[in-house]
C-alpha cells in the first residue's frame, strides 16, 4: 500500500531556530535512536513487523530500517517517511522540514495508518485513546528542536 493511501491520522509541528540542513542530521539521528532503543526490537518481534531490526546504509536513505520502520523517502533537508507494517497495523510516518524565514524551519510530523479487522480496531483504540502515540512524537519533535537549537 503507497503512503499517500494511507489514512491520515494526525499531524503535529514545531518551529525550529535553526537552517533546515542542520536540522536534517539531528532529526534522522534522533529519530533513529528513537526507534532502536532497547526493547523496540523485541516489541517489533512480538508484533510481527515486517522490518523488526536495523540494516542497511547510514547515514538513513531509502531502503534503511530500524525496528517497526523501512525509509521509504529521505530527502536531506526536506522530507523523511517511514512506513511500517505488523499484524495489527500499516503505518507511515512523514517528517517534512520547510523553512520559516531567516534561520527558522517547520518541522511537521504527519501520521498514516490503517488498522484492519477488529484486533487493528482494539490496537487504533489502545494507541490513540491511551494518548502514548501522541506523546511519543511531540517528545521526538521536541528533542530535535533542542538538539537542532543547541547545536553551533
Do not use: C, N
Amino acid at each position: 500500500m503507497a503512503i499517500d493511501s494511507l489514512p491520515h491520522l494526525d499531524e503535529h509541528s514545531t518551529l525550529i531556530a535553526a537552517d533546515t540542513d542542520r536540522i536534517w542530521p539531528h532529526l534522522t539521528d534522533i529519530v533513529e535512536r528513537s526507534f532502536a532503543r532497547l526493547g523496540m526490537t523485541g516489541y517489533a518481534r512480538l508484533v510481527s513487523a515486517a522490518d523488526p531490526v536495523t540494516s542497511g546504509p547510514r547515514p538513513l536513505a531509502a531502503g534503511s530500517t530500524f525496528p517497526g520502520f523501512r525509509v521509504a523517502t529521505a530527502i536531506p533537508g526536506q522530507e523523511l517517511a517511514l512506513r511500517g507494517s505488523h499484524r495489527f497495523s500499516t503505518y507511515a510516518l512523514i517528517f517534512r522540514l520547510d523553512p520559516a524565514g531567516p534561520g527558522r524551519s517547520r518541522l511537521r510530523a504527519e501520521t498514516r495508518a490503517v488498522f484492519p479487522g477488529l484486533t487493528g480496531g482494539l490496537y487504533r483504540q489502545i494507541l490513540l485513546t491511551s494518548g502514548g502515540h501522541v506523546i511519543a512524537v511531540r517528545r521526538l519533535l521536541a528533542a530535535i528542536r533542542r538538539k537542532s537549537e543547541q547545536s553551533p
